[in-house]
C-alpha cells in the first residue's frame, strides 16, 4: 500500500510538473495516436459521417449553435434526448465505441467534430455539442490538415486517473483538405 502511495505522490508531482510546462507524456501521446488512431481516420464511415453533417450543417449560424449547444447540455444533465441519441446511435459512434473497446486500457473517449466544431459520433456522452469554442478543435480543424494538439495532463476524478486529450485535423483522403477533428482521450497512466 505504501508503495501505491508513494507512487501516486510522485505521479502527481510529476503531472504539476508537467502541467507547469510542456506535456511530458507528449512522445507517448503522439506514437498511440500516429500507429492506433490516425490510419482510421480514413475509412468511409468518419469521411462520409462529417461531410454529410458539413452539409446539412452549412446554413448554421452563431444562434442555431447556440441553441444545439444549450439543447445537447440540457439532454446530457437529464440523461438523454433526441439530440443526443441522434449522435449517440449514429454509425459514426458505433465505430467510435470500437475504436474505444479495442483500447479499453488506453482510451477513455473518443469523438469526431464537423467543421463548425459540432459533435459528428462519439464513444460517450461529451458534457457539451459545440467544440469550436476549445482549444480541440481550434488547434486542429482551424490550424489545417496536418494539424495535432496534445492538451495538458489532468486527474480525471471519474475514472480516477490521469489524463490527457489528443485531437487532430481529420481531411478528406480524396482532396486532403479539412473536414473536421478528433479528440481522443487517453489514461496517460497505461501509456507509460
Not at 504539476?16 to 490510419?39: G, L, M, R, T, Y
Not at 441522434?86 to 473518443?110: G, R, W, Y
Amino acid at each position: 500500500m505504501r508503495k501505491v502511495i508513494a507512487a501516486a505522490a510522485f505521479f502527481a508531482s510529476t503531472i504539476v510538473a508537467a502541467n507547469a510546462q510542456a506535456n511530458e507524456f507528449s512522445a507517448q501521446i503522439s506514437a498511440f495516436f500516429e500507429s492506433n488512431i490516425k490510419p482510421k481516420l480514413t475509412d468511409p464511415v468518419v469521411v462520409e459521417a462529417i461531410k454529410r453533417q458539413n452539409g446539412e450543417h452549412g446554413g448554421l449560424v452563431d444562434s442555431d449553435i447556440e441553441s444545439m449547444d444549450q439543447t445537447w447540455r440540457a439532454e446530457a444533465k437529464a440523461g438523454g434526448g433526441s439530440l443526443i441519441d441522434k449522435v449517440m446511435t449514429n454509425e459514426l459512434s458505433a465505430f467510435l465505441k470500437q475504436i474505444k473497446a479495442a483500447h479499453p486500457d488506453a482510451v477513455t473517449e473518443v469523438f469526431i467534430m464537423d467543421n463548425r466544431g459540432l459533435n459528428v459520433g462519439q464513444s460517450d456522452v461529451t458534457s457539451d455539442y459545440n467544440q469550436g469554442d476549445e482549444s480541440k478543435w481550434q488547434k486542429t480543424y482551424a490550424v489545417g490538415p496536418s494539424a495535432i494538439f496534445i492538451d495538458d495532463v489532468e486527474f480525471d476524478e471519474s475514472t480516477e486517473s490521469f489524463q490527457s486529450q489528443v485531437s487532430g485535423t481529420i481531411v478528406d483522403p480524396a482532396t486532403g483538405e479539412a473536414i473536421g477533428a478528433i479528440t481522443v482521450g487517453l489514461n496517460v497512466e497505461n501509456l507509460l
